[in-house]
């Protein structure tokens, strides 16, 4: 890689090449992937180089990683409290280590540890419980006291002195952090080196159903005829469904997130506070990268307010005291389809070719290489990979519910 990288630095006459090219947008396609984001380009992706699928296009409505991929705050772990999440997510962190190698580029994965604190009697049991499913399922996770919190986290603060101290934590050394753009673009260069269409500024406007089966995708750039369509957006994933008459368990909610100016490498583990809806963790340019629970309303809208940063800079104070001269740099949002037990919907829908990977909650962009590389699976074998069945839209209406709402990093 770095050898690589200096030849291309050195030849100034032969810039490296793009990492994806437009291509001509044809009138059919086997499979059409909406929502040009991790999901959607890793699924790709897992088709072309798993089962040979290469006549996909995805469409994205406006440019790739745009969406949640660019907006979340790169949180990767698999410490979750229904066995079936701990399972899968632990998929996806297995698939993110492999990541840079598979990829021949620095998706910079760095898995420093994932602290989730508790401040309650009542966090404390669910820090245990959370500790032991991930142990039966190979996840290595343990609850810890607050020295030890100290010792690997020496800036924060564990006396009595805030109002909620520091009682524990659920340790997760996998835990980490990544470059998002990288990821989106690892997907994004793969997939198109092996055949797939990356079709940007293309909107989904109708999915063409026929006989209860999908013929086609109407987008502002014309019809695309197909017999296989993945709805893998976030935020829209209810108006894209309702295009194929299906209807979705979902409400969609701003989440925000900020990060301040640099600083000098204080911080080289992930902290998250349930109790005090805060995570942070230090990006490697050393800024704090940070975020708070959703927003309290449905809404679609994506821009920052006073309200969040005013909260999330209390709260973080409470952890780090030493933190109050430092400036918030910037701020944003994005969107995130709730789900009632808080866990995605993936596979069949009651129309015949339509597929959804949605409903992520907070929870997308950390599952993007295991729902990309499962749902391609799904779609090369029409059968439902033991993995995802737990994630079947029925199980709404069959009352078997994946509550993961206490593996949340924040309240809801
Ligand atoms: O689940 O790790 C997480 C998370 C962090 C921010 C939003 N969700």
Same mark, same amino acid.
């Given at each position: 890689?770095?050898?690589?990288? %200096? ?33 959607? @380009? ?10 040979? %699928? ?21 949180? %990767? ?36 540890? +994932? ?112 017999? %296989? ?33 640099? @600083? ?58 030493? @933190?109050? +001269? ?87």
């Amino acid at each position: 890689m770095s050898i690589k990288l %200096i030849r291309q630095g050195l030849n100034s006459k032969h810039p490296p090449p793009p990492m994806w090219t437009p291509k001509e947008m044809k009138s059919s396609y086997d499979v059409v992937i909406i929502g040009g984001g991790a999901h959607g @380009l890793a699924c790709a992706y897992y088709l072309a180089k798993d089962y040979g %699928i290469t006549d996909v296009a995805i469409i994205e409505k406006r440019y790739i990683g745009s969406g949640g991929s660019g907006r979340n705050t790169t949180i %990767i772990r698999s410490n979750y409290l229904t066995p079936e999440g701990v399972n899968f997510y632990n998929e996806s962190v297995r698939l993110y280590e492999q990541m840079s190698a598979e990829f021949d580029f620095n998706v910079m994965f760095s898995q420093r540890g +994932h602290f989730t604190l508790a401040h309650s009697d009542s966090a404390v049991r669910t820090m245990r419980r959370r500790a032991e499913v991930n142990q039966i399922q190979g996840v290595d996770s343990r609850f810890i006291q607050p020295r030890e919190i100290k010792e690997l986290c020496p800036a924060i603060d564990i006396s009595n002195h805030p109002r909620y101290p520091i009682m524990g934590a659920l340790y997760h050394p996998p835990g980490g952090i990544i470059r998002h753009d990288a990821v989106v673009w690892g997907y994004a260069h793969h997939a198109d080196r092996m055949g797939v269409h990356i079709h940007q500024l293309t909107e989904a406007q109708d999915i063409i159903v026929e006989d209860n089966q999908v013929v086609g995708v109407q987008t502002n750039r014309g019809r695309i005829n197909t017999k %296989i369509v993945l709805n893998a957006t976030a935020g829209w994933c209810t108006t894209i469904s309702d295009m194929a008459g299906v209807r979705l368990p979902v409400t969609t909610f701003p989440l925000q997130a900020c990060v301040t100016e640099p @600083l000098k490498p204080f911080l080289d583990v992930i902290i998250v506070s349930g109790s005090l809806h805060v995570y942070v963790s230090q990006s490697d340019r050393g800024e704090l990268v940070m975020g708070a629970s959703v927003d309290p309303f449905a809404s679609y809208s994506m821009k920052g307010s006073l309200n969040f940063t005013e909260g999330l800079a209390g709260h973080i104070l409470e952890l780090f005291p030493s @933190l109050g +001269h430092v400036r918030i740099l910037r701020q944003w949002a994005g969107l995130c389809d709730m789900t009632p037990d808080y866990s995605p919907v993936m596979g069949f829908t009651p129309v015949k070719g339509f597929f959804v990977d949605v409903g992520w909650g907070t929870y997308g962009f950390k599952a993007s290489p295991v729902s990309g590389k499962r749902m391609a699976e799904l779609i090369a074998t029409q059968k439902v990979p033991d993995i995802l069945a737990p994630f079947r839209l029925s199980r709404f209406e069959e009352f078997n519910l994946v509550g993961e709402k206490g593996a949340a990093s924040v309240g809801h």
